[in-house]
């Protein structure tokens, strides 16, 4: 099972980034997948999560309404639209499939002006 992050990068506060996670080595489409963010001197946290079956989708408090996580079975990809990005969404962003416990790499987002 592996997962990459990809789309990391310089943000301002307000801008948009869009992250991909690319999966491979089980069946996707079956499988919850989830984000996860680790920002200097805290724990990491649950950002959002997709389910394989139906597509339902839950987000961390700090996140809602600014995130959307979605998926593309076709492709094995999971994305994460991020918008209206604050300063202290600057973290490093796991992919993760619960299922197996596998991490990716992570990707670091740097919001700043």
């Known amino acids: 099972v592996q997962v990459v992050e990809s789309g990391g990068g310089l943000a301002q506060p307000g801008g948009s980034l869009r992250l991909s996670c690319a999966a491979s080595?089980?069946?996707?489409?079956?499988?919850?997948v989830s984000w996860y963010r680790e920002a200097p001197g805290k724990e990491r946290e649950l950002v959002a999560a997709?389910?394989?079956?139906?597509?339902?989708?839950n987000y961390g408090d700090s996140v809602k309404g600014r995130f959307t996580i979605s998926r593309d079975n076709r492709k094995n990809v999971v994305y994460l639209e991020m918008n209206y990005l604050k300063p202290e969404d600057t973290a490093v962003y796991y992919c993760?499939?619960?299922?197996?416990?596998?991490w990716g790499p992570g990707t670091q987002i740097t919001v700043s002006s």
């Open positions: 080595g089980f069946t996707f489409s079956s499988r919850t």
């Open positions: 993760n499939v619960p299922r197996f416990g596998s």
């Open positions: 997709i389910l394989g079956t139906g597509g339902s989708t």
